[in-house]
């Protein structure tokens, strides 16, 4: 497809379970962002990725939260342990190249913790 | 840290009235500033940007200025429709990564 895809659409999971959300970047773009957004509220940042540097974590919540993206490919976000708190719509965005460029985003998965 | 603050909503309109959502950062050196829109059913797309200060970004009708003195990007549209309606968002990015940091979100309603 020509846009971010993402996948589940939802989940919902019972507490102390893994999860496992996805993503497909829009073809060719070397930066990818992974968002999160709370009922209520605006989005706030978690991970980074551009090609093969070093991801800038600094927008994981805590070490249960942890991202891996495969060359400029498929980006998967992992959630150890769920708690109550990180029920949210996950978003993902793409870029051709860092900075200032526009990040085209993903429909979002949104994830309930029971 | 950089921050951005937005309006509280909801905001209703009847068509064709004019429509200001006001915005608000705070940031070190000189970030990028953008209006990001979602409307129902849909995935978050860009509305309209702006690099430096006291460019004008501009899209659909919508506009906002970077002020630079008064650290804002106030959004404006003179005669809002009901498409219009969507829930709108106010961001900067800051770093030379690009990562976005975003205020909370204002809901739009215009009534025919």
């Known amino acids: 497809g020509a846009g971010v895809s993402q996948s589940p659409s939802n989940k919902v999971t019972e507490k102390g379970k893994d999860v496992e959300l996805r993503c497909d970047p829009i073809s060719g773009h070397t930066a990818l962002y992974w968002y999160r957004q709370r009922l209520g509220q605006g989005l706030e940042f978690l991970i980074y990725f551009q090609g093969n540097s070093a991801p800038d974590k600094s927008g994981l919540p805590s070490d249960r939260f942890s991202a891996e993206r495969t060359g400029e490919s498929v980006s998967t976000l992992t959630i150890q342990r769920t708690q109550q708190e990180d029920s949210a719509v996950y978003l993902c965005?793409?870029?051709?190249?860092?900075?200032?460029?526009?990040?085209?985003f993903g429909p979002g998965t949104r994830l309930t913790v029971l | 840290g950089n921050s951005v603050t937005q309006m509280e909503g909801p905001v209703t309109l009847s068509e064709e009235a004019f429509l200001t959502i006001n915005c608000t950062y705070t940031?070190?050196?000189?970030?990028?500033l953008f209006w990001y829109v979602q409307y129902p059913g849909e995935g978050l797309q860009l509305l309209l940007k702006?690099?430096?200060?006291?460019d004008k970004g501009s899209n659909k009708g919508f506009e906002a200025t970077y002020r630079k003195e008064t650290t804002s990007f106030h959004l404006e549209k003179g005669s809002v429709q009901v498409s219009d309606s969507a829930v709108y968002f106010c961001a900067l990015s800051g770093s030379n990564t690009g990562k976005l940091i975003f205020g909370q979100g204002t809901t739009l309603q215009v009534k025919p």
């Open positions: 702006a690099t430096k200060a006291d």
């Open positions: 965005a793409s870029s051709g190249t860092s900075g200032y460029n526009e990040q085209f």
């Open positions: 940031a070190t050196g000189y970030p990028s």
